[in-house]
Protein backbone atom coordinates (compact mmCIF):
# COMPACT_ATOMS: atom_id res chain seq x y z
CA UNK A 1 0.00 0.00 0.00
CA UNK A 2 1.07 3.48 -0.87
CA UNK A 3 2.14 6.04 1.65
CA UNK A 4 -0.46 8.14 0.77
CA UNK A 5 -2.97 5.45 1.58
CA UNK A 6 -1.72 5.63 5.38
CA UNK A 7 -2.12 9.19 5.63
CA UNK A 8 -5.62 8.98 4.10
CA UNK A 9 -7.11 6.30 6.56
CA UNK A 10 -4.62 7.86 9.54
CA UNK A 11 -6.71 11.43 9.45
CA UNK A 12 -10.28 9.24 8.63
CA UNK A 13 -9.69 7.53 11.97
CA UNK A 14 -8.21 10.80 13.93
CA UNK A 15 -11.19 12.17 12.32
CA UNK A 16 -13.82 9.36 13.57
CA UNK A 17 -12.34 8.91 17.03
CA UNK A 18 -13.02 12.71 17.70
CA UNK A 19 -16.24 12.82 16.28
CA UNK A 20 -17.16 10.15 18.55
CA UNK A 21 -15.76 11.58 21.85
CA UNK A 22 -17.66 15.15 20.96
CA UNK A 23 -21.02 12.98 20.29
CA UNK A 24 -19.94 11.10 23.83
CA UNK A 25 -19.71 14.14 25.57
CA UNK A 26 -23.01 15.63 23.88
CA UNK A 27 -24.41 13.07 24.99
CA UNK A 28 -23.42 13.42 28.89
CA UNK A 29 -24.46 17.28 28.38
CA UNK A 30 -27.84 16.54 27.85
CA UNK A 31 -28.48 13.72 30.56
CA UNK A 32 -26.72 16.06 33.23
CA UNK A 33 -29.44 18.77 31.75
CA UNK A 34 -32.19 16.10 32.53
CA UNK A 35 -30.85 15.32 36.45
CA UNK A 36 -33.49 16.60 38.86
CA UNK A 37 -33.15 18.86 41.51
CA UNK A 38 -34.14 17.98 44.84
CA UNK A 39 -33.97 18.39 48.58
CA UNK A 40 -31.68 15.97 50.70
CA UNK A 41 -35.12 16.50 52.92
CA UNK A 42 -36.87 14.63 49.85
CA UNK A 43 -34.95 11.60 49.56
CA UNK A 44 -36.57 8.59 50.53
CA UNK A 45 -34.15 5.96 49.30
CA UNK A 46 -30.65 6.70 47.71
CA UNK A 47 -28.14 3.68 46.98
CA UNK A 48 -24.66 4.63 45.26
CA UNK A 49 -23.38 1.32 44.05
CA UNK A 50 -26.14 -0.65 42.58
CA UNK A 51 -26.49 -3.17 39.37
CA UNK A 52 -28.63 -3.31 36.64
CA UNK A 53 -29.68 -3.12 33.14
CA UNK A 54 -32.40 -1.90 30.35
CA UNK A 55 -34.36 -4.66 28.92
CA UNK A 56 -34.79 -2.07 25.42
CA UNK A 57 -32.42 -4.05 23.18
CA UNK A 58 -29.74 -7.16 23.41
CA UNK A 59 -26.90 -4.63 23.38
CA UNK A 60 -28.40 -3.20 26.37
CA UNK A 61 -29.49 -6.28 28.27
CA UNK A 62 -25.13 -7.42 27.65
CA UNK A 63 -24.22 -4.03 28.96
CA UNK A 64 -25.57 -2.61 32.07
CA UNK A 65 -23.59 -1.83 35.00
CA UNK A 66 -22.33 -2.87 37.88
CA UNK A 67 -21.93 -1.52 41.16
CA UNK A 68 -22.21 1.63 39.27
CA UNK A 69 -25.33 3.27 39.45
CA UNK A 70 -27.15 5.34 41.35
CA UNK A 71 -30.60 5.26 42.36
CA UNK A 72 -32.65 8.05 44.05
CA UNK A 73 -36.48 7.56 45.28
CA UNK A 74 -37.65 11.08 46.19
CA UNK A 75 -41.67 11.55 47.23
CA UNK A 76 -41.88 12.45 43.48
CA UNK A 77 -39.53 10.56 41.46
CA UNK A 78 -36.96 7.52 40.82
CA UNK A 79 -33.53 8.53 39.36
CA UNK A 80 -31.52 5.80 37.99
CA UNK A 81 -28.51 7.42 36.61
CA UNK A 82 -24.59 7.00 37.36
CA UNK A 83 -21.82 8.82 38.47
CA UNK A 84 -18.39 10.38 36.30
CA UNK A 85 -17.00 8.62 34.01
CA UNK A 86 -19.78 5.70 34.17
CA UNK A 87 -22.52 8.43 33.03
CA UNK A 88 -20.77 8.63 29.78
CA UNK A 89 -21.73 5.46 28.95
CA UNK A 90 -24.97 4.84 30.42
CA UNK A 91 -26.75 7.17 28.51
CA UNK A 92 -26.29 4.36 25.70
CA UNK A 93 -27.04 1.90 27.72
CA UNK A 94 -30.23 3.22 28.22
CA UNK A 95 -29.89 3.52 32.28
CA UNK A 96 -30.51 6.91 32.23
CA UNK A 97 -34.39 7.81 33.87
CA UNK A 98 -35.98 10.00 35.55
CA UNK A 99 -39.31 8.19 36.15
CA UNK A 100 -42.23 10.07 38.52
CA UNK A 101 -43.08 7.63 40.40
CA UNK A 102 -47.45 7.62 38.81
CA UNK A 103 -46.03 6.44 35.79
CA UNK A 104 -44.16 3.43 37.32
CA UNK A 105 -46.32 0.41 36.47
CA UNK A 106 -44.95 -2.23 38.09
CA UNK A 107 -42.62 -3.20 40.32
CA UNK A 108 -41.63 -6.98 41.13
CA UNK A 109 -38.97 -8.59 43.22
CA UNK A 110 -37.34 -11.84 42.28
CA UNK A 111 -37.55 -14.31 45.40
CA UNK A 112 -33.93 -14.48 47.28
CA UNK A 113 -32.15 -12.79 44.19
CA UNK A 114 -32.15 -8.92 45.17
CA UNK A 115 -33.55 -8.47 41.56
CA UNK A 116 -35.92 -5.95 40.76
CA UNK A 117 -38.00 -5.79 37.33
CA UNK A 118 -39.21 -1.96 36.80
CA UNK A 119 -41.65 -0.75 34.16
CA UNK A 120 -43.14 2.28 33.70
CA UNK A 121 -44.27 4.18 31.09
CA UNK A 122 -43.17 7.81 29.77
CA UNK A 123 -45.06 10.51 28.45
CA UNK A 124 -44.73 9.72 25.03
CA UNK A 125 -46.24 6.06 26.00
CA UNK A 126 -43.86 3.86 25.55
CA UNK A 127 -43.24 1.31 27.60
CA UNK A 128 -39.71 0.55 29.44
CA UNK A 129 -38.33 -2.06 31.86
CA UNK A 130 -35.07 -2.04 33.81
CA UNK A 131 -33.73 -4.75 35.72
CA UNK A 132 -32.13 -2.95 38.69
CA UNK A 133 -30.08 -5.09 41.61
CA UNK A 134 -29.76 -2.90 44.89
CA UNK A 135 -27.62 -3.76 47.31
CA UNK A 136 -31.11 -3.03 49.74
CA UNK A 137 -33.35 -4.28 48.07
CA UNK A 138 -35.83 -4.47 50.52
CA UNK A 139 -35.31 -0.84 51.41
CA UNK A 140 -35.68 -0.15 47.75
CA UNK A 141 -38.63 -1.69 47.31
CA UNK A 142 -40.20 -0.06 50.73
CA UNK A 143 -39.05 3.50 49.25
CA UNK A 144 -41.00 2.91 46.21
CA UNK A 145 -43.87 1.74 48.32
CA UNK A 146 -44.32 -1.86 47.60
CA UNK A 147 -43.96 -4.47 50.20
CA UNK A 148 -40.69 -6.98 49.71
Not at 51 to 57: D, R
Not at 78 to 103: G, Y
Request: with cysteine.
Amino acid sequence: MSPQFYRVYLWLSVGLSISTVIYVIYKYIVASGNRPKFQTSDVLFEERFASGYSMKTLFTQLGGANNCLRLVVTKDRLWVTSWFPFSLITTFLDLEHVIPRASISAVEAEANSGIVHLTYVDQSGSTHSLKLVPKDSIGFLRALGKSP
